[in-house]
C-alpha cells in the first residue's frame, strides 16, 4: 500500500466526553489510531454537509472546502 504524505499537523483540545466518544467510535469500528478516528469522522460530516461531493475525473486541486469565489458551500438556512 502507498504511504499517505500528511505534511500538515492540526491539534484540537477535547473535554473527557469528547473524547469518550472519538474513542467508543474507534475502538467500535476497529480504528488503529485516533488520528485514524479523527480523519473518518471529519470525512463523514464534510460528506453529510456535501463538500466531499466530487465529479469523477475531479482532480484534488479542483475540490476544497470554499468555492473559488472564497465562500463557503453551505447553504443558506
Known amino acids: 500500500m502507498a504511504e499517505l504524505e500528511r505534511g500538515e499537523r492540526l491539534q484540537i483540545m ?7 466518544a ?7 469500528k476497529r480504528m488503529p489510531s485516533r488520528a485514524a478516528a479523527v480523519r473518518e469522522l471529519l470525512r463523514r460530516g464534510l460528506l453529510s454537509e456535501g463538500f ?9 486541486q479542483d475540490f476544497g472546502v470554499l468555492s473559488s469565489n472564497g465562500e463557503g458551500n453551505e447553504s443558506a438556512g
Not at 477535547?14 to 469518550?20: I, V, Y
Not at 472519538?22 to 467500535?28: A, G
Request: no cysteine; charged share 30%.
Open 52 to 60: 466531499m461531493s466530487a465529479d469523477a475525473g475531479a482532480r484534488s
Open 22 to 28: 472519538v474513542e467508543d467510535f474507534r475502538f467500535h
Open 14 to 20: 477535547l473535554n473527557s466526553e469528547e473524547l469518550s
